[in-house]
């Protein structure tokens, strides 16, 4: 069962532009979700995270959405830039329980 | 920052021998870590969590057999992948919690690429 959708698989942006990318869950009682970047052969690294009593929080270029009634939060991705490219995972847990549920994970190609 | 190391980064090892791997928390004591298994273009599975001083919980479908998990220290956890085959050739990442913290943020290993032969 896939608790953390996410959207789109892969994503090409030009420079300069705007790189949005969505997520969905399900379980109501997830309280943190945090998006991670990964470059290749290395580990993720944690971008940014919103709790959900947020709908928005900012960071440099990067901005999270959250909409807790759909049960839906996106990364923005403003003046994305080449070195932007990477696998981005959105998640979700509960900070009760520490695990982490990831999402499927959206490859983003920022072209110049 | 808090920094999690891995060693070795790469391995490569014959098919029936064991293999193990490092993680260290550098700047901070992890009471619990947690390894994770990422084949390419796919999401980071949960393989198990371990708390310092106590045995690991497997998620369901890894078998604890196989991937001995061991916590000795707040700074140390190995994964220990016994009898190797080629399909466990994949990138192990460990992630800690920072005990201390009022956080709830995973900080994440470089990973480790094991490839059985």
């Known amino acids: 069962q896939q608790q953390v959708k996410q959207s789109p698989q892969s994503l090409i942006v030009q420079k300069g532009g705007i790189s949005i990318i969505n997520c969905a869950y399900e379980n109501t009682a997830f309280d943190y979700f945090p998006w991670y970047q990964q470059f290749p052969g290395k580990g993720p690294a944690l971008l940014i995270a919103?709790?959900?009593?947020?709908s928005e929080k900012k960071e440099g270029r990067f901005t999270i959405s959250f909409n807790k009634s759909a049960k839906q939060f996106s990364l923005h991705i403003m003046d994305s830039q080449p070195g932007d490219s990477a696998t981005y995972f959105c998640a979700a847990l509960k900070t009760s329980y520490d695990k982490v549920i990831f999402g499927p994970g959206t490859s983003l190609s920022v072209i110049p | 920052g808090a920094v999690v190391s891995q060693h070795p980064s790469r391995v490569i090892c014959k098919s029936g021998t064991s293999v193990k791997i490092e993680c260290r928390s550098l700047?901070?004591?992890?009471?619990?870590m947690f390894w994770y298994r990422q084949f390419p273009k796919q999401s980071l599975m949960l393989m198990a969590t371990?708390?310092?001083?106590?045995?690991?919980?497997?998620e369901q479908g890894v078998e604890k057999d196989k991937f001995l998990i061991n916590h000795a220290s707040l700074t140390l956890s190995t994964l220990t992948v016994t009898s190797a085959h080629p399909e466990d050739s994949s990138f192990y990442i460990c992630s800690a919690l920072d005990g201390l913290a009022l956080s709830y943020e995973q900080y994440f290993g470089p990973g480790t690429r094991l490839t059985v032969t």
């Open positions: 919103i709790r959900p009593d947020v």
């Open positions: 371990s708390n310092e001083g106590s045995k690991a919980t497997y």
């Open positions: 700047d901070f004591q992890a009471t619990t």
